[in-house]
């Protein structure tokens, strides 16, 4: 298929982006709600660059939209890579891929950073994977929600996150209108054919009312969300049990008990990429 897709490749696009990384490897987060890819091949590419600042971010180095350069591991799932300097073309991005793609393939993951943040590359190398068919899985905080109505009709999967308080992502004040951003986000992508959850990184000083207000949203549009539990950085502290039992009652005063679930980050635990 591989081979047949590339010789389908007809114009090159001369748009540059910045890359952290390109890689093939399982996709660890997600559980078993709606929509997710937990368990699934794909290959990962990272764009660069995020205008939020989570306290517990672990792709901090990614923020820097700036990154000189980007590796690309050579043969898929080796684990050894080589650097390349940024910025790449899509086309350069296209040919990593296609030489990654193994026959286990599920989709192709864009994440981040936050891929919408180059917003002319990703729009261009999300219609480049779409021409070649290759299903799209978009994780993105959900701050541009216009950037993702230019591509949602193209997205398979879309994990967008919703940030409680205690992630510390925008100053004070400006929490609920990130909340109304993702939460536009979400609606957006659920309107097409992707298949759409949230995911809500939890950590012990997560508020339960935040939790209260986030499931509420969620029960007017329909939407899955799962809870993940935060690694700890940045001070963040990991959720005891107690408060994890805590949070998923909480959301099951509002929300039916298959629109939520856990997300464990299973590539830590079998440290994969
Ligand atoms: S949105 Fe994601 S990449 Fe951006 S700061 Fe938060 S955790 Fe890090």
Same mark, same amino acid.
């Given at each position: ?166 992630? /510390? ?7 609920? =209108? &990130? @909340?109304?951003? !993702?939460? *536009?986000? %979400?609606?957006?992508? /659920? ?7 949230? =995911? &809500? @990184?939890?950590? !012990?000083? *997560?508020? %339960? ?65």
């Amino acid at each position: 298929m591989t081979e047949v897709l590339a010789g389908e490749r007809k114009q090159q696009s001369p748009v540059k982006g910045s890359l952290i990384e390109i890689f093939s490897s399982f996709q660890g987060e997600g559980g078993v709600v709606r929509g997710s890819c937990f368990g699934r091949r794909q290959i990962f590419v990272r764009l660069a660059g995020c205008n939020l600042h989570c306290i517990w971010c672990d792709t901090a180095s990614s923020r820097d939209v700036n990154a000189p350069t980007c590796r690309v591991e050579t043969v898929p799932g080796s684990w050894k890579f080589t650097t390349t300097a940024n910025p790449v073309t899509v086309d350069f991005t296209i040919e990593q891929i296609l030489n990654l793609s193994t026959k286990d393939l599920h989709s192709v993951s864009l994440t981040g950073g936050e891929p919408t943040f180059q917003e002319e590359f990703f729009y261009e190398l999300t219609n480049k994977l779409y021409e070649l068919e290759i299903p799209i899985y978009l994780e993105t905080n959900g701050y541009y929600p216009q950037r993702i109505e230019k591509v949602a009709p193209l997205i398979s999967y879309a994990c967008v996150d919703i940030k409680d308080r205690s992630a /510390n992502s925008v100053k004070k004040g400006n929490w609920e =209108k &990130l @909340v109304e951003r !993702e939460l *536009t986000s %979400l609606s957006i992508l /659920n309107n097409f054919p992707a298949k759409v959850f949230a =995911k &809500l @990184v939890v950590t !012990e000083d *997560t508020n %339960l009312n935040d939790v209260q207000m986030i499931a509420n949203k969620l029960r007017e549009i329909v939407i899955p969300i799962v809870v993940q539990p935060v690694t700890p950085l940045g001070g963040a502290k990991a959720p005891s049990a107690q408060k994890l039992f805590q949070i998923t009652e909480t959301l099951a005063e509002t929300l039916p008990t298959d629109l939520f679930g856990l997300s464990i980050q299973g590539h830590k635990l079998l440290k994969l990429l």
